[in-house]
């Protein structure tokens, strides 16, 4: 791993608004003020993601994940904040490095079903980016195919079924092959395994640990569970209600955590050393991103919470090698502040 940054996520936000219906549109053209529901996907996110590295990215449905994925991988643009790719504005390339940008990372979806055409074969699936970005002169596509899928651990023979006729943990394979077949250096992998069964999750796994091995490629690694992104991730980082609020080495997230919202999604892991231990559910629900608690966001279900958490939001700080946490608890430098107060 290269210690250059591949991708740096700058001051990120991403806000939606919902569009005003016609009655809203009325109301306002005679002059009434009617309120804009706006939702705070992304609120402020910094990362940089080094060349060769997998960086799990962990979180609640609804934290905004899945959304900085798609911002990253150029489909969806940011309302504020840049995405540098090799220290260049993404969003200023232009001509060849734009396409250099554009196939260089490449996103593999959590729905492979809902992520491939029904009506394509998979050398049709395959072939598409290649036909239309004039990547390959048309005798070599063929063989290109082939050899992506048996890249992905699938059988050349397959290149004539439809997706409805190979199974779930093969279509993900087939979404796998799409992306490798513009020869990508950057791969974000939203949910990846989620709608797979545990034994498959497994297989899928380990083929992107062979594939960054025999390709030195980087991942981003979403996923709402710690336990998945454990054995394939370099560091993790935490997002809770569009913020990153933990990051750190994944040996010493899982080690010792430091944010009591990691700790919690740790107690929910199931782990069969602690089969007596009882399971402690995160308290209450993720709040609605249209109206985010004030201070620290987490404060509603924090069981540490104080009155300076409900006023202030805490900045995400350094508390040690190159492990940084946000939380009102931490001093830089002490990182066991909770568990020694904590009843986590
Ligand atoms: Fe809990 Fe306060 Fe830390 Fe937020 S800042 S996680 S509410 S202790």
Redesign the pocket.
């Known amino acids: 791993m290269s210690d250059a940054p591949v991708i740096q996520l700058q001051d990120l936000h991403k806000q939606f608004c919902k569009k005003p219906d016609l009655a809203q549109r009325l109301f306002r053209l005679a002059g009434r003020h009617i309120d804009n529901p706006t939702v705070h996907a992304v609120n402020g996110v910094g990362l940089d993601i080094r060349k060769g590295e997998v960086l799990g990215l962990v979180g609640e449905s609804g934290c905004g994940k899945s959304t900085l994925g798609r911002i990253l991988a150029g489909l969806i643009r940011p309302s504020q904040g840049q995405v540098l790719f090799n220290g260049r504005d993404a969003s200023a390339l232009q001509g060849q490095d734009k396409l250099d940008y554009t196939l260089g990372v490449q996103m593999i979806f959590q729905d492979p079903q809902a992520s491939l055409n029904p009506k394509q074969r998979l050398h049709q699936i395959l072939a598409e980016a290649l036909h239309v970005h004039k990547l390959a002169p048309r005798r070599e596509i063929a063989e290109r195919v082939d050899q992506a899928l048996l890249e992905v651990g699938l059988d050349p023979e397959y290149r004539n079924r439809l997706p409805h006729q190979i199974s779930g943990g093969q279509r993900q394979r087939i979404g796998i092959a799409r992306a490798l077949m513009v020869q990508p250096r950057f791969l974000v992998c939203d949910e990846p395994v989620a709608a797979l069964d545990v034994s498959i999750q497994a297989q899928v796994i380990n083929l992107f640990m062979d594939l960054r091995d025999r390709h030195g490629f980087t991942y981003l690694f979403i996923s709402h569970d710690l336990g998945v992104v454990r054995h394939i991730s370099d560091r993790v980082a935490i997002m809770y209600l569009g913020k990153v609020?933990e990051i750190a080495p994944t040996r010493e997230v899982y080690a010792q955590a430091a944010?009591?919202?990691t700790q919690a999604l740790l107690a929910e892991m199931p782990d069969v050393k602690r089969r007596q231990r009882k399971f402690i559910p995160i308290k209450g629900e993720i709040p609605s991103p249209l109206a985010p608690p004030p201070g620290?966001t987490?404060?509603p279900r924090?069981p540490?919470?104080?009155d300076?958490?409900r006023q202030q939001a805490?900045e995400l700080r350094t508390i040690g090698s190159g492990h940084q946490a946000?939380?009102?608890?931490l001093q830089a430098g002490d990182n066991d502040i909770i568990t020694k107060n904590g009843s986590l």
């Open positions: 609020v944010h009591p919202y620290c987490f404060h924090c540490h919470a104080m300076i958490c805490p946000a939380c009102h608890l």
